[in-house]
């Protein structure tokens, strides 16, 4: 089911569609959140918004696809798979550059070039 929330003055679907259940993946293999962070050194709340599907809340460009694929590793899931999803998802979800920081540079965007 998709949780609609606000996200800068517009409703936006918070789950993507056909996004896999890593959470009860993760639960099965007897892992826990904190076992993968001590592993990858990737902030909890990273690998909770993997587990939604919630890719906005995700740093975006490269960091996200590569925030994916060491969590599928770190849970055995297949990690093409996982990724396979992750390009139509970030699409959907309308995944933005970040705003510019301070010397006016951006962050790289989600883009089709960072995937598979």
Known sequence: MAVLYARMGQ??????EGWPDLSAHRQSCGITLDQIVEVTKIS?????????GDLAQLPGGIYTA?????YARAV????EELLAHLRPCAA????QPAPA???GQRRPAISSSYYP
């Open 44 to 52: 909890k709340h990273y690998l909770q918004a993997i587990e939604k």
């Open 66 to 70: 590569s925030f994916v694929r060491q």
């Open 76 to 79: 055995r899931f297949d990690e």
């Open 92 to 95: 959907h979800q309308g995944c």
């Open 101 to 103: 920081g301070e010397n």
């Open 11 to 16: 409703e936006s679907k918070r789950y993507c």
